[in-house]
């Protein structure tokens, strides 16, 4: 099925560890994002590409790091993980113009 | 800079009953605004969007929401709710230019009781 693929949907990373969520599309879309969700908070934009090539901090960025690998894939990366990080890891993808994400079924962290 | 006030963290509504969700942004420009439904250990699913069109907006599952621009509200209601209603409810806002970015309310989660 089209849509937005993430993985792993699990993860339990120790203090410290580092980790490496997926991120792919198939849907031509030229904007990646990648959100958390923490209750209580909404949804927080940590970073983003408007397009392939391009990378751009959110809301929260700090202890991130992203990479746009080609059109299809965005990763994110946890250099060393901190229990402040435990939350659910969303990606979401919008083509130009369409003003509305496809979202993937979400990545739930938990840092010991 | 956007940002969405949702009022009230949590709904409850009887089935049958009404549902009224409430959202209010704030915007420099006139904004983009949507509501996403989220249903336990999954994704967000767009429920309905406005884009500048008309202000009265239907989406999917009976629900619609109208701009108000006076109010700066986008209020999300659905006549009769049903059980399968039940999940969390977000309100966003963007701006037509740039990368889209959607700025997220801190969600209200609807309980329907039978």
């Known amino acids: 099925n089209a849509g937005v693929t993430q993985t792993p949907k699990f993860q339990v990373l120790k203090t410290g560890q580092s980790m490496t969520l997926q991120c792919a599309q198939d849907?031509?879309?030229?904007?990646m994002y990648w959100y958390r969700q923490d209750p209580g908070m909404g949804l927080r934009l940590i970073y983003y590409s408007a397009s392939e090539g391009t990378t751009d901090k959110g809301e929260v960025p700090n202890g991130y790091n992203v990479s746009r690998l080609n059109k299809r894939e965005f990763s994110l990366r946890l250099e060393s993980a901190a229990p402040s990080q435990t939350s659910v890891y969303f990606c979401?993808?919008?083509?130009?113009?369409?003003?509305?994400?496809?979202f993937g079924s979400g990545t739930r962290l938990t840092v010991v | 800079a956007q940002s969405v006030t949702q009022l009230g963290s949590h709904v409850s509504v009887s089935e049958g009953a009404l549902v009224l969700l409430r959202c209010n942004y704030s915007s420099s420009v006139p904004p983009y605004l949507f509501w996403y439904v989220q249903y336990p250990n999954q994704g967000l699913q767009l429920l309905l969007k406005y884009t500048s069109a008309a202000t009265l907006v239907k989406g999917i599952n009976g629900f619609e929401a109208e701009f108000k621009k006076s109010e700066t509200s986008f209020h999300l209601t659905k006549p009769s709710a049903h059980m399968s209603d039940a999940a969390e409810y977000f309100c966003?806002?963007?701006?037509?230019?740039?990368?889209?970015?959607?700025?997220f309310g801190q969600g209200t989660r609807l309980t329907i009781n039978p």
């Open positions: 979401a993808s919008s083509s130009t113009g369409s003003y509305g994400y496809t």
């Open positions: 966003a806002v963007s701006i037509p230019q740039g990368a889209q970015k959607l700025v």
């Open positions: 849907m031509n879309h030229n904007s």
